[in-house]
């Protein structure tokens, strides 16, 4: 029997980017496409860079060693990191301009002490049950960031079963509206929450 050395992904190099055109026309917002983990296997830097002739300028990584390649990658990409890093990685963060999403205190509080230009998003756990602050602690966090020097350019969440379980997205999704409505953000950011559930895994609301 002959016996395959490695598995291989053809993927058509036309067909991802009008997919990233699809969804771009779909949801008329800024497009953030997730390359962490070698962009799923396809290889980080062909994704980036096809994804950047589709118009793609915001990349999602796990760490902060992903969000370095991709700036070696892309000097201009705007790259979001998905979880918070150790303390000893913020050096690279700066560095490197990545922006962090944020859940714990802790974390808020040693960020708040260090002198540097950091954007933050905030995230909320709606059920994926992962990461994320809890929603009885939306307000706190949320409070502690805007009095602080910290820059505050989103707030997210993550929904788990968007295309299997549609009741159970709308719970999350309208307790992610509720606790955002009862926040501090003006009301002209507020009068713009749209979302279509059946569209979106992944909804992220940007200041």
């Known amino acids: 029997m002959k016996q395959m050395d490695r598995g291989y ?4 190099k036309s067909h991802l980017v009008s997919n990233l055109n699809y969804l771009s026309d779909l949801t008329k917002k800024e497009l953030c496409l997730v390359v962490k983990a070698n962009a799923y296997g396809h290889g980080i830097q062909w994704t980036v860079k096809t994804a950047e002739e589709a118009g793609i300028s915001w990349f999602a990584v796990a760490s902060v060693n992903e969000a370095i390649q991709v700036r070696n990658i892309s000097k201009g990409a705007r790259i979001l990191l998905l979880a918070e890093p150790s303390k000893s990685q913020i050096k690279n963060v700066l560095k490197n301009e990545i922006d962090l999403t944020v859940y714990n205190e802790e974390f808020i ?38 009095t602080s020097s910290l ?16 009741q159970y997205t709308q719970s999350a999704l309208n307790l992610f509206k509720a606790l955002i409505i009862s926040s501090l953000l003006p009301a002209s950011f507020l009068a713009g929450i749209t979302i279509d559930i059946k569209c979106l895994e992944i909804f992220s609301l940007y200041l």
């Open 9 to 12: 992904i053809f993927v058509n």
């Open 109 to 146: 509080d040693e960020l708040i002490n260090i002198e540097g230009n950091l954007n933050v998003h905030l995230k909320i756990d709606t059920g994926m049950h992962r990461i994320g602050c809890e929603p009885e602690n939306f307000d706190k966090l949320m409070e502690k960031i805007q």
């Open 151 to 166: 820059n505050l350019v989103g707030i997210c969440t993550h929904f788990p079963t968007a295309d299997t379980d549609e």
